[in-house]
């Protein structure tokens, strides 16, 4: 009788196992579906995929990439503040929260990130097989350009990478060869704060021949400037880039020998096809003013 009881036994067991492993199989091929189906596109040499996790590198991939190769942007570049590129080319593409599981879901072959990517999704993005490449923010137009070139040469699109690098080092998009007087010049940034000079925007106004105000008074990266300071030692033309209750102050208006400007934020941070548009800003500003000059 405990013979027969123990061969019952083993018979239920075995049709259990059975049974999980038929359960769980499905599961397990398709955890492995990803890595497989990357494998042939790779093997196959078909064009990478991307998910882009951050706004710049967002408007980098959409202008280097082919469309089919983007598989998703980041949020973020649905929200207009943050992001330089048009609400209708946005649309054209997908978004994720910027979670693991939206990422692995979506199957790309790389994945374009912050460096400042949370440690515990790119592990888990890396777990999965994928290959994660992260850019810091650049600070000079150099760096930009070796962003472009390092993206463009990820997706294999060196030629159209190339034609970005080309309009990013043109020099001041429509205006003149050389700007003429130095201007000087505050950026008043979100939280009425100011730039350093070791910045990608700082480069981009001394170019413009945009002098810095605020370094020539002892100001460095992210230093704090009140209403009233600004007030008691105005600029001669002010960018305006928040909108905080101290920056849309009536008072602004009444400065007679500074000009006030408005700057979209989603111009400040990132290079790119960003360089070229606040180039041409820049160059707009400066006509305006030598146009106003008495």
Partial sequence: MPSRLLTTARAHLAALS???FVALFPALLASCAPATEREARQDAGGAPRFVSLNPCLDALLVEIAAPAQVLAL??????????????GV??????????AEEVLALQPD??????????????ALERAGLRVETFGSPVSIAESLEQVRRIAALAGREAAGEALARRIAGGIAAGPETPGEDIATMLWQPGQIVPGEATLIGELMREAGFASHSAARGLGQA??????TLL???????????????Q????????????????PTN???????????????????????EHAAP
Avoid: K, N, Q, W
Wanted: aromatic share 4%.
């Fill in 18 to 20: 059975l049974a999980l």
């Fill in 74 to 87: 980041s949020h973020y570049s649905r929200d207009a503040a943050s992001s330089s590129l048009a609400r």
């Fill in 90 to 99: 946005v649309e054209r593409f997908a978004a994720t929260g910027g979670t």
């Fill in 110 to 123: 790389i994945v374009l990130a912050s460096s400042f990517l949370d440690p515990a999704t790119r592990a």
């Fill in 223 to 228: 230093d704090h400037v009140a209403l009233e």
């Fill in 232 to 246: 008691a030692d105005p600029p001669d033309l002010l960018l305006v880039a928040g909108d905080s209750a101290g």
């Fill in 248 to 263: 849309e102050h009536p008072l602004l208006a009444r400065l007679e020998d500074t000009r006030v400007e408005r700057l």
């Fill in 267 to 289: 111009l400040l941070y990132c290079g790119g096809p960003t360089i070229p548009a606040v180039r041409a800003r820049f160059a707009a500003i400066r006509e305006r003013m």
